[in-house]
């Protein structure tokens, strides 16, 4: 096929997206919604026509050349290679699932032209991030998916603090492009192209302090996209967008945008073992951080969104102990499962009378149809890790990568690892037993769910359940198909023999069952919500807002207001005006002359003669003085 | 002799100037003034200027003076209770202005080089009056005789009996 | 009759100051306009006592011309009065003050 085909990927989402912004309105809903998803469907045929391309060397397509100044040659150029061909298709594939969700989702939403384009639009993004063969690009794609999440995230603007959800997205993101920007253009000045192929093949030329640095930017950057400390803040509070919006944003696509993008790095970072071991740290920190706060809350969404915070520190993990395929793997699991779980909690939350709160559910297993539990479960026991599922097989290579790397620092790591899994299950299990176990006890009327929003569930469910096969360990007979697709690009092997992995499956497997039997205990029969310090502390994340508002929006908005009211208005404002003052308060004295009486002006007169004479005088007794 | 009659008269001159400019009632303050102007006048002949000094007293003492007390009477200005003014505190001010004015301008006067040259004998016929008036100053003869045209004219429009209400 | 050029001209001078003061000092129309032609008298005595300290006849010419300006200027001055007369029926000068600011 011609390559420059190609670009049809992610054109077409970004051709529906703007037919409908301009026409959407106008034109019948159901035109609007069929094109939003054939624009993405389109996509998912198309990549997987392109499939075979992708092995080997890849394919490069150009478009244009976009910039061309003195030694910058940029053109607007996708890469279709072997790391970004199974996320393209997870993306275009999943994408198009969400949205059919979607359809059924937004029926009654009457903006709806807005939300389609945008969701289309986000997906353009995305592609350009994982289609990306320079820099330029991938920026591109970076700044779009912040601004699609920002407006979808606050799509029902009306309601304050979902505009306020979406602003602070925004923004902590954005303090991460900061540092993926200065590293783009430090790369471009050591190595003078944008290319990613072409950085990368320069890597070993760059001085190991540079490298330290580079790898520390790019990592930065993408902890903003992934919401991992220290930029996790608004992952939480994103969940305020229509739950479509976090099944695709926050489950599958944006927050695996960093694990991708130091993927794509993987060659110029992992020459730094600091960076690759501050990689792993921050994941690591960010798993457990997330797994514990998830403990605590009381919303269905936030649970799932601080799960996602948790998953993707798994992912970091995965890339510093240097297992990229580990990390790919799992991302593609957690795609699917995550998403199964956004769209069923979705449901979920229609039953419960659009109640977020699990703790004013339960019993739904029963008042809604029979599927929906058992698609919520599929999902929960993958993250959960219950053996012989794709979650299972994906986090057990993760921690097998930790185990078995010959630095001993990672021996820490696999152990807050293990720990994660634990309050993962934990977690998990606190959350079906919660919504779907026992006595309903919530007040509302359950919504009727449509057909949309039932059926794309299940190929995820079982894309989830099933996902392991996609990377099957040798140990127990797999063929590790992933890994042998991404070659080269798959990262350090990992070196662990036998008995080693059989005892880590087991580990695994003992603190699945182990949450899975605290939960049930505490949490089969019903108690209400513990309401202490630690709850609350928990609650809160950690306090991390109030610490961000203390030590960054405090002083900002103090200097702001040094600038307006101190500056601008006290000293600008008040010269000027005090210029006006004084000018109106002279003229003022001045116009007391003006008396208007004949008696006075001649007294002025007569002054001025007195003066005049005076200076005669003067000159008089002057020139008298020498001559 | 002449000279101690000049200094004299410039005595009288003064002494009645500042009686005019002291007397409440106005018709009190034109007659001082008008006997100042016939100290003025012969002053005005002692300095060689008969003319001059005829005309001082027709014109001046004769005509505008008698002027003023026409429009005095005309109006009953006098004898008008002014009311009382404000006193000395306005006065001092002025009285020092006008001391100071004095002051400077004797002083000035005096020191100039000119001041202490003598005026001569002099005496100008009115002959000779005539042929400088109507010769080198024919033009400017003419020029004011418009003015007292105009003066007649504006004179006349000014005292125009007022319409009912308003002004002209 | 010799009297020095400076003494007249500080006859005229004095009398030109005590006019002056005339005019400041008085409230009434009228005696600023009598403060007003003793300083036009003040003027022709100077310019008398020049003619005769130059021995020519032009100061003496333009006294004459002097006197002719002030009887008009008085006419037109008394015809004000009377018509300020008229308007207000006072002549204090502070009275017409319309022109303040």
């Given at each position: 096929?011609?390559?420059?085909?190609?670009?049809?990927?992610?054109?077409?989402?970004?051709?529906?997206?703007?037919?409908?912004?301009?026409?959407?309105?106008?034109?019948?809903?159901?035109?609007?919604?069929?094109?939003?998803?054939?624009?993405?469907?389109?996509?998912?045929?198309?990549?997987?026509?392109?499939?075979?391309?992708?092995?080997?060397?890849?394919?490069?397509?150009?478009?244009?050349?976009?910039?061309?100044?003195?030694?910058?040659?940029?053109?607007?150029?996708?890469?279709?290679?072997?790391?970004?061909?199974?996320?393209?298709?997870?993306?275009?594939?999943?994408?198009?699932?969400?949205?059919?969700?979607?359809?059924?989702?937004?029926?009654?939403?009457?903006?709806?032209?807005?939300?389609?384009?945008?969701?289309?639009?986000?997906?353009?993004?995305?592609?350009?991030?994982?289609?990306?063969?320079?820099?330029?690009?991938?920026?591109?794609?970076?700044?779009?998916?912040?601004?699609?999440?920002?407006?979808?995230?606050?799509?029902?603007?009306?309601?304050?603090?979902?505009?306020?959800?979406?602003?602070?997205?925004?923004?902590?993101?954005?303090?991460?492009d900061v540092f993926l920007g200065i590293a783009l253009l430090w790369l471009f000045t050591l190595t003078g192209t944008l290319s990613i192929s072409a950085i990368n093949a320069q890597a070993a030329t760059i001085s190991p302090g540079v490298v330290i640095a580079l790898s520390l930017l790019l990592l930065l950057g993408a902890c903003g996209k992934s919401a991992q400390l220290p930029l996790m803040t608004w992952l939480a509070d994103a969940m305020a967008g229509p739950t479509p919006v976090s099944a695709l944003i926050h489950a599958a696509t944006m927050v695996t945008a960093g694990v991708y993008l130091l993927c794509r790095f993987f060659p110029l970072v992992s020459l730094s073992a600091v960076a690759m071991t501050a990689i792993t740290a921050i994941g690591a920190l960010t798993a457990i951080y997330a797994a514990t706060c998830a403990m605590a809350q009381r919303e269905i969404k936030r649970v799932l969104a601080?799960?996602?915070?948790?998953?993707?520190?798994?992912?970091?993990?995965?890339?510093?102990?240097?297992?990229?395929?580990?990390?790919?793997?799992?991302?593609?699991?957690?795609?699917?499962?995550k998403a199964v779980l956004f769209m069923a909690a979705g449901c979920v939350i229609h039953l419960a009378d659009n109640e977020n709160d699990i703790f004013k559910m339960g019993g739904l297993a029963r008042r809604g149809p029979p599927e929906l539990f058992w698609v919520f479960l599929a999902g929960a026991v993958c993250l959960a890790g219950l053996p012989l599922t794709g979650g299972f097989f994906s986090k057990d290579g993760i921690l097998l990568a930790l185990f078995s790397h010959p630095d001993p620092v990672y021996r820490v790591f696999w152990l807050i690892g293990v720990v994660t899994a634990l309050l993962t299950a934990f977690y998990t299990f606190r959350l079906v037993y919660l919504v779907f176990a026992g006595e309903y006890r919530g007040a509302g009327h359950p919504h009727a769910i449509p057909l949309l929003m039932r059926w794309p569930l299940w190929p995820l469910a079982l894309l989830g359940l099933g996902?392991?096969?996609?990377?099957?360990?040798?140990?127990?007979?797999?063929?590790?198909?992933?890994?042998?697709?991404?070659?080269?690009?798959?990262?350090?092997?990992?070196?662990?023999?036998?008995?080693?992995?059989?005892?880590?499956?087991?580990?695994?497997?003992?603190?699945?069952?182990?949450?899975?039997?605290?939960?049930?205990?505490?949490?089969?029969?019903?108690?209400?919500?513990?309401?202490?310090?630690?709850?609350?502390?928990?609650?809160?994340?950690?306090?991390?807002?109030?610490?961000?508002?203390?030590?960054?929006?405090?002083?900002?908005?103090?200097?702001?207001?040094?600038?307006?009211?101190?500056?601008?208005?006290?000293?600008?404002?008040?010269?000027?005006?005090?210029?006006?003052?004084?000018?109106?308060?002279?003229?003022?004295?001045?116009?007391?002359?003006?008396?208007?009486?004949?008696?006075?002006?001649?007294?002025?007169?007569?002054?001025?003669?007195?003066?005049?004479?005076?200076?005669?005088?003067?000159?008089?007794?002057?020139?008298?003085?020498?001559? | 002799?002449?000279?101690?009659?000049?200094?004299?008269?410039?005595?009288?001159?003064?002494?009645?100037?500042?009686?005019?400019?002291?007397?409440?009632?106005?018709?009190?303050?034109?007659?001082?003034?008008?006997?100042?102007?016939?100290?003025?006048?012969?002053?005005?002949?002692?300095?060689?200027?008969?003319?001059?000094?005829?005309?001082?007293?027709?014109?001046?003492?004769?005509?505008?003076?008698?002027?003023?007390?026409?429009?005095?009477?005309?109006?009953?200005?006098?004898?008008?209770?002014?009311?009382?003014?404000?006193?000395?505190?306005?006065?001092?001010?002025?009285?020092?202005?006008?001391?100071?004015?004095?002051?400077?301008?004797?002083?000035?006067?005096?020191?100039?080089?000119?001041?202490?040259?003598?005026?001569?004998?002099?005496?100008?016929?009115?002959?000779?009056?005539?042929?400088?008036?109507?010769?080198?100053?024919?033009?400017?003869?003419?020029?004011?005789?418009?003015?007292?045209?105009?003066?007649?004219?504006?004179?006349?429009?000014?005292?125009?009996?007022?319409?009912?209400?308003?002004?002209? | 009759?010799?009297?020095?050029?400076?003494?007249?001209?500080?006859?005229?001078?004095?009398?030109?100051?005590?006019?002056?003061?005339?005019?400041?000092?008085?409230?009434?129309?009228?005696?600023?306009?009598?403060?007003?032609?003793?300083?036009?008298?003040?003027?022709?005595?100077?310019?008398?006592?020049?003619?005769?300290?130059?021995?020519?006849?032009?100061?003496?010419?333009?006294?004459?011309?002097?006197?002719?300006?002030?009887?008009?200027?008085?006419?037109?001055?008394?015809?004000?009065?009377?018509?300020?007369?008229?308007?207000?029926?006072?002549?204090?000068?502070?009275?017409?003050?319309?022109?303040?600011?």
């Open positions: 096929m011609n390559e420059s085909l190609l670009f049809l990927i992610p054109l077409l989402p970004l051709l529906c997206a703007v037919l409908n912004m301009f026409f959407g309105m106008r034109l019948p809903r159901l035109f609007a919604e069929t094109m939003a998803v054939t624009g993405v469907a389109g996509a998912f045929v198309l990549t997987l026509l392109f499939w075979g391309q992708g092995g080997g060397e890849g394919t490069r397509a150009v478009l244009f050349s976009w910039l061309s100044s003195g030694s910058l040659e940029v053109s607007f150029a996708l890469n279709f290679d072997r790391l970004a061909a199974p996320m393209t298709l997870m993306v275009t594939g999943v994408a198009t699932l969400i949205h059919l969700y979607a359809v059924g989702y937004m029926h009654g939403e009457d903006d709806y032209a807005r939300f389609y384009s945008l969701l289309n639009l986000f997906v353009f993004a995305m592609l350009m991030i994982v289609l990306a063969d320079n820099l330029l690009v991938l920026f591109l794609g970076w700044e779009g998916v912040g601004l699609c999440s920002y407006g979808l995230i606050g799509f029902w603007y009306r309601k304050l603090e979902n505009a306020k959800a979406g602003t602070k997205a925004f923004l902590v993101t954005r303090v991460g601080y799960s996602t915070m948790s998953q993707v520190g798994y992912m970091f993990m995965a890339v510093g102990a240097g297992t990229v395929a580990g990390a790919m793997f799992h991302l593609l699991t957690h795609a699917f499962f996902g392991g096969l996609l990377n099957l360990p040798a140990f127990v007979g797999g063929g590790e198909a992933l890994h042998h697709w991404y070659g080269t690009l798959a990262g350090l092997e990992v070196d662990a023999s036998q008995e080693v992995e059989w005892m880590l499956v087991g580990l695994a497997a003992a603190l699945t069952g182990g949450g899975w039997f605290a939960a049930r205990w505490r949490y089969r029969s019903y108690r209400p919500p513990l309401d202490n310090a630690v709850s609350r502390f928990l609650l809160s994340g950690w306090r991390a807002d109030a610490l961000v508002d203390c030590l960054f929006v405090r002083p900002f908005a103090a200097m702001a207001r040094f600038c307006s009211t101190g500056c601008d208005r006290t000293l600008f404002d008040g010269t000027i005006n005090g210029l006006g003052r004084l000018a109106t308060s002279w003229s003022n004295l001045l116009v007391l002359l003006t008396t208007g009486r004949l008696t006075s002006y001649l007294s002025a007169f007569a002054w001025g003669f007195l003066v005049l004479l005076g200076w005669f005088l003067l000159k008089l007794v002057n020139g008298g003085g020498h001559g | 002799m002449a000279t101690m009659i000049f200094y004299i008269l410039g005595f009288i001159l003064l002494a009645a100037t500042l009686m005019c400019i002291t007397r409440r009632n106005p018709v009190h303050a034109v007659v001082y003034l008008v006997a100042g102007f016939f100290a003025l006048a012969l002053m005005f002949y002692l300095l060689g200027a008969p003319l001059v000094a005829a005309w001082e007293v027709i014109v001046y003492a004769g005509a505008i003076m008698v002027l003023f007390l026409f429009i005095i009477m005309m109006l009953g200005l006098a004898p008008q209770e002014v009311p009382p003014g404000p006193g000395w505190q306005r006065w001092l001010p002025l009285a020092l202005l006008s001391a100071s004015l004095m002051i400077c301008t004797l002083l000035l006067v005096l020191q100039d080089p000119a001041a202490g040259q003598e005026i001569g004998d002099f005496y100008l016929a009115p002959q000779a009056l005539g042929e400088a008036l109507f010769g080198r100053y024919a033009l400017a003869v003419e020029i004011v005789s418009f003015q007292l045209l105009f003066a007649t004219i504006g004179a006349f429009l000014l005292g125009r009996p007022l319409p009912k209400g308003e002004g002209p | 009759m010799t009297i020095p050029f400076g003494h007249a001209l500080a006859f005229a001078g004095a009398l030109f100051v005590l006019g002056l003061s005339c005019v400041l000092i008085r409230r009434q129309i009228m005696m600023i306009l009598i403060g007003v032609e003793i300083m036009l008298n003040a003027a022709s005595l100077a310019f008398v006592a020049a003619s005769a300290y130059w021995r020519q006849p032009d100061g003496q010419v333009f006294v004459l011309l002097l006197m002719a300006i002030t009887a008009a200027e008085v006419a037109v001055a008394l015809a004000m009065v009377v018509y300020l007369w008229r308007r207000k029926r006072t002549l204090v000068a502070d009275e017409f003050n319309g022109m303040h600011g």
